[in-house]
């Protein structure tokens, strides 16, 4: 199972966790992918920005994951907004399968 590696005490995040955008801290998100790609070599958009450009106050070796936004009205997981999110930006909220780890 894929976990993103942290530098400090911040905890490991699994897909399937719920966690916490620092910016937007009244959303609860769901983890759904670890791209194992820096925020510094993460292409954002068709020109020559990164995930790190766009970010700046948080590390730029920092792994991008892909998150769904929530949506009460979307009727399925197709139609959820999904971004890419540096993991130094995101807090752990629950576990999808359990553990503090």
Do not use: C
Not at 62 to 90: F, G, H, K, M, Q
Request: glycine share 4%; hydrophobic share 35%.
């Amino acid at each position: 199972m894929a976990t993103t590696s942290t530098p400090d005490d911040r905890p490991r995040l699994r897909v399937g966790d719920h966690v916490r955008d620092r910016e937007m801290p009244t959303q609860t998100l769901l983890v759904l992918e670890h791209t194992e790609i820096p925020a510094n070599e993460y292409p954002i958009g068709m020109g020559p920005a990164t995930s790190a450009d766009v970010h700046p106050e948080y590390d730029p070796t920092s792994e991008i994951l892909r998150v769904a936004y929530p949506n009460p009205t979307a009727p399925s997981i197709s139609e959820l907004v999904i971004a890419p999110v540096p993991r130094a930006r995101l807090e752990l909220v629950t576990r999808f399968y359990g553990g503090n780890d």
